[in-house]
């Protein structure tokens, strides 16, 4: 009983050691060469698997793709899994390579795309670019940029959010106000809009999320800071670095804004914008159709104010081919993507996930046109489109932003301050980021 | 014929080693029965423990087709790394308050609900209920409960005039919201358990010590408590161990934070292994994790020898 018990322990071992069944010796995958195989007329049927992150809500969608697909290529057969959420996904994707037994097409986080990389798990698609004439510049170039790692372009984007405020266009108009474009002209927004007595605040003007990095990122790439340097040492320290905190600071005794810190505060806020307890949120643009479902009011969507710099961060997931399969599998494979990523069905994609067109072609094509007719709120990303850009690569990263998020945390909860906290967070970085 | 010659080479055998070829015999067919439970726990227990071991001597980062050998490499970052200790202590103090008071809690409940009844098997049923709800749907419901401005724990709070709490978004009150959780789907297992241990208990016992004068009180201490000592013990250990690998509600509700203050061993080691991708490090702190368990469990065996009664 006692060594049963020992061995039950075990539970989280399994879950890392299980993925590594069957690959004691090595799982290599070949690299892909620098030019792609000769384009095939084969039209011998195959099926492929696509493994994907697509919710109930996307399955509506996917499922047209898929029918239209099928139509345009007959002899290929996809067959969808859904493996949860991103993070479950990666996971299975990871005893599935170790089992050597491996989807075709998968979905993967953008965030993820180093550690991937660095794995090379995923087929280089630049030399299928080269050799179909791909027009590569017809993608958001920051979309696209984010699915490439050192000059291998191992996905490409597909369900793509970026980081936006979402606003009570209802409350703006009647107060005669109109969403800040710049830092500067937050000031005045925020005391028009703010509601306090004493220190008692019953409308903040605006807030933005403490519990993930995300949001931070995009205020300090804004203030013409970053938190990643050139030579991938961490530049949260930098004077310009620390500058949105420190108006965070200053916009929070204010009162104008709310900033949530932990794991239930993302509910909090979407409840506060819904009673009316604050005027806008950033969050991101994956939930403007879901804004747009439950609020009772009029939903208008920003993209975040600018200062130095006018950028927001990309989210979301792409679409990568597995290097594993064999060749048949992956020229199948490669035709899926270009499938889903093509500008013919860019918008009606968009418009069925919720999530971003990324094609420039399609948003100024009649559907694209139409699109933004019916939902206006998209526009305000599109009229940034190359500014949506990725997150700062490096394996270490997301370990590393987690003693930001930490800093950020004793200046909310502590009231630390700032410089001090922001400088110790840099220290902190680095040694996760030269952890190998 | 042959089954014939067989049977007499057989008796030709010494006794002593007929003997010893039909208990051969007879322990293969025990082997054979176990072989199929023994196959399984090989699979998915021992093979992975011990590769589990062979990955925390290398960089492996789950992705990489090669495993570079570092050595003991790993167990050194990870032995003079100051948030170990402070993941431990987390870790320790969580599962000293957490198995305290669903002990203590569960103990009460059964002493105050050993009665048949129709009543009393109602109100056993609906405390035990929680027990069958998976662990991350109570723990959704909980963070919604202790949500500091819309849930019902604070508005309850306000109706006696108190301030509202920060629960879930306080780095001392964190670690309370998931004790809280996991006595509302603990207190009834503990319970029922402990109900069987009390009824386990002769009656005789109380009649001679009332004959001898005990009350209530000393009947308890002197009587309940040393005959249940036994089922103490197995719920000490079981919910030692289980609250040791608390994992689920922190993820849920706190992603170990805010401040890393919720942050316990077995969700390090996830985040670890897969988020940041050291595979190799995170099974060195599976192994390290595993033999402190291990120590811990010998401390509690020996230390309750001595204060463990078994009837009979």
């Known amino acids: 009983m006692y060594r049963k018990k020992a061995a039950s322990l075990f539970a989280v071992l399994a879950l890392t050691a ?20 000769s384009a095939s007329e084969d039209q011998t049927p195959v099926t492929i698997q696509y493994w994907h992150a697509h919710a109930d809500v996307q399955l509506e969608g996917l499922n047209y793709m898929l029918a239209e697909f099928k139509k345009k290529y007959p002899w290929i057969t996809v067959e969808p ?9 990666h996971k299975k994707l990871l005893a599935a390579v170790a089992a050597k037994e491996v989807p075709a097409v998968t979905n993967v986080e953008v965030a993820s795309i180093p550690n991937f990389g660095e794995g090379g798990i995923f087929m280089d698609l630049n030399p299928y670019i080269k050799r179909d004439k791909m027009d590569v510049n017809d993608f958001s170039q920051g979309m696209l940029k984010a699915y490439a790692y050192n000059n291998k372009q191992y996905g490409l984007p597909l369900i793509v959010s970026a980081n936006v405020f979402i606003y009570n266009k209802t409350m703006f108009d009647k107060e005669g106000i109109k969403p800040p474009q710049t830092w500067e002209e937050i000031e005045p927004f925020a005391q028009k809009l703010t509601k306090k007595e004493g220190s008692n605040v019953s409308r903040y003007a605006f807030s933005v999320p403490g519990w993930d990095m995300w949001y931070a990122e995009t205020w300090m790439r804004n203030g013409g800071g970053t938190p990643l340097t050139d030579d991938n040492k961490s530049g949260v320290d930098q004077p310009n670095s620390v500058k949105f905190m420190k108006k965070f600071r200053e916009w929070m ?8 810190y932990g794991k239930g505060a993302s509910d909090t806020m979407r409840q506060m914008f819904f009673d009316e307890k604050v005027g806008m949120v950033m969050h991101t643009s994956a939930l403007i159709k879901w804004y747009m479902e439950n609020a009772k009011f009029e939903i208008g969507v920003l993209f975040p104010p600018g200062d130095q710099k006018r950028i927001s961060h990309i989210g979301g997931a792409g679409i990568a081919v597995m290097d594993m399969v064999p060749q048949n599998q992956k020229e199948a494979a490669w035709k899926f993507v270009e499938f889903m990523t093509a500008p013919d069905n860019n918008i009606k994609w968009a418009d069925y996930t919720g999530y971003l067109p990324t094609r420039k072609s399609a948003i100024t094509s009649a559907e694209g046109t139409e699109y933004f007719s019916k939902k206006p709120q998209y526009k305000a990303v599109f009229e940034n489109f190359d500014n949506v850009i990725g997150r700062p690569q490096h394996p270490n990263y997301p370990a590393a932003i987690e003693v930001l998020k ?3 945390g004793n200046i909310l909860l502590d009231n630390k301050d700032v410089e001090t906290e922001f400088k110790a967070a840099a220290k902190g970085m680095n040694e996760v980021l030269e952890d190998n | 014929m042959e089954i014939q010659s067989v049977a007499a080479e057989e008796l030709r055998l010494p006794t002593r080693r007929r003997k010893t070829r039909y208990r051969m015999i007879a322990s293969f067919k025990d082997f054979s029965l176990v072989c199929p439970a023994l196959l399984f726990l090989g699979v998915f227990t021992y093979y992975p423990l011990l590769f589990s071991v062979y990955i925390s001597f290398t960089d492996w980062n789950l992705v990489k087709p090669a495993k570079k050998f570092v050595g003991l490499l790993n167990y050194e970052k990870l032995l003079t790394d100051p948030k170990l200790y402070h993941v431990l202590k987390i870790t320790f103090v969580y599962t000293i308050l957490d198995v305290v008071l669903t002990l203590a809690i569960g103990l009460l409940l059964a002493l105050l609900l050993n009665v048949n009844s129709r009543v009393y098997n109602t109100m056993r049923l ?18 919604w409960i202790l949500n500091n401005q819309y849930g019902i724990m604070n508005k309850s709070l306000s109706l006696f005039g108190m301030e509202p709490v920060h629960w879930l978004d306080s780095t001392s009150n964190a670690i309370w919201g998931l004790i809280m959780v996991s006595l509302w789907k603990g207190v009834g297992f503990t319970m029922i358990i402990f109900l069987a241990g009390l009824r386990g208990i002769p009656v005789e016992y109380y009649e001679a010590s009332s004959i001898d004068g005990a009350n209530k009180w000393q009947q308890f201490l002197h009587v309940t408590l040393p005959l249940l000592s036994p089922t103490t013990l197995f719920l000490l250990i079981t919910s030692f161990i289980s609250s040791m690998q608390v994992f689920q509600s922190v993820d849920v509700m706190t992603d170990g934070g805010p401040l890393e203050s919720t942050k316990v061993m077995v969700y390090w080691i996830y985040q670890m292994a897969f988020r940041d991708f050291r595979a190799g490090r995170s099974s060195a702190l599976v192994i390290l994790f595993f033999f402190i368990i291990i120590a811990l469990t010998i401390v509690q065996f020996v230390l309750s020898r001595k204060k463990v009664h078994y009837e009979g």
């Open chain 1, 18 to 37: 299980v993925s590594t069944l069957g690959c004691s010796s090595g799982g290599g995958a070949e690299e892909a060469g620098a030019v792609a195989p």
């Open chain 1, 81 to 89: 899994v859904y493996q949860g959420a991103y993070a479950d996904l």
């Open chain 1, 253 to 260: 005794d204010k009162g104008y804004l709310q900033m949530g």
């Open chain 1, 406 to 408: 930490n800093a950020i």
């Open chain 2, 126 to 143: 609906f405390i035990f209920m929680p027990h069958y709800i998976s662990m991350v749907i109570a723990s959704m419901v909980f963070v």
